[in-house]
């Protein structure tokens, strides 16, 4: 039976914020496939895969110098792993420049056809241009991305796609991120003395393609009409004062569940093509209404709006204007409903254990 490999450009488990390395923890706690990890040396370790840990000193910082490549320590370690009576499946997450290395040294050591290369894509738009991605495609075996949107986006973009694809949506902890009733919400409103108000939620890093900009300026306008709301913007430094706006800086992961659940309202105001929306899921099973911008992957995870309000034109302050309004005029929180594994780190990792399976089957 194959062996599969994961390639992490992080330790893991990882002691930081991050979305994959965090549904790989998932993973890797619970009946996983993965039988060795390379990656720099964790804080702890998971005692159910071997580990091949890559340093980062002297002597292998002068390799990658003298010997031109970055990824030295990566191919060292694979090097000590493989043999040429197995077969493996090698997953690579989001590093695109380890790819032609990684296939010159299996081509070198005659184990090509020995390995099943997936690299598992966390974006949304095609990465490489038309022509110049050919080689890419041509060299890994099988691409995994975060919506079937995003593949349709690869499928138009390039003329020649000469591999197979995958779908694997992302996935949270819902033992976490979960709805709670209408009075123990009004309980954590009460905490915050702001039982008779609607509370918004903006959770993100600062960024002019997080669309805070946008949102603010819409935020302005509807506080001139209406008063009984505030919005929680969290994640980033306070900024100059506005009306009903409270900057609660950066928040742990493991804290932010109570956040969403006092909450209305998630705001997703992204101006680019955001491959899925970790946050928005997250708000989402907290029990959310979310509103957000219909750009990239995220009009599937709401599944065309049935899941929330899309807003099609996100560059325009009227239109999120316009879409809070809308929100207010309900007496009532609109009413979602959806599957309570939707999205959950257990789907994930049956999809991730699905996928596994089929590239054992295709390499056999």
Known sequence: ???????????????????????????????????????????????????????????????????????????????????????YI?????????????????????????????????????????????????????????????????????????????????????SKFYAISKDEKEILKKERNLSDKKIFVWCSQDRPKKGLHI???????????????????IGCEPKDPISGVEYLGRIPNSELPKYYQTSDCYLFPTLWHE???????????????CIASANGGVPEVLQYGKLGKLIENPNFVEEWENAI????????NPSVSFPKDLYSSKSWNLGMNKIIENAKRSIQ
């Open 325 to 332: 309004l809308e929100f207010l005029r309900n007496k009532e």
């Open 275 to 289: 491959g899925f929306g970790l946050s928005l899921i997250e708000a989402l099973h907290c029990g959310c209404y």
């Open 1 to 87: 039976m194959a062996k599969v490999i994961l390639l992490s450009q992080f330790p893991l488990p990882y002691s930081k914020t991050g979305s994959w390395t965090s549904m790989y923890y998932n993973y890797l706690k619970s009946n996983h496939q993965i039988d060795y990890l390379i990656c720099e040396s964790p804080e702890s370790f998971f005692e159910t895969v071997n580990y091949e840990c890559i340093s980062n000193n002297i002597v292998t910082k002068l390799k990658k110098k003298f010997l031109k490549q970055p990824y030295f320590a990566y191919l060292k370690a694979l090097e000590d792993i493989i043999n040429t009576k197995e077969k």
């Open 90 to 174: 090698i997953q690579i997450v989001d590093n695109f420049g380890i790819v032609k290395p990684l296939e010159l040294f299996l081509v070198h050591k005659g184990l090509r056809k020995n390995c099943h290369i997936q690299f598992f894509y966390h974006g949304f738009p095609p990465f490489y241009e038309n022509f110049r991605g050919r080689w890419f495609f041509e060299t890994i075996d099988e691409m995994i991305l975060l919506t079937h949107d995003s593949y349709l986006a690869h499928k138009n973009t390039y003329t020649v796609l000469p591999t197979r694809f995958s779908v694997l949506h992302n996935g949270i902890d819902t």
């Open 215 to 233: 949102l603010l300026d819409a935020w302005k306008r509807v506080y001139e009409m209406r008063q009984d709301i505030v919005l929680w913007v």
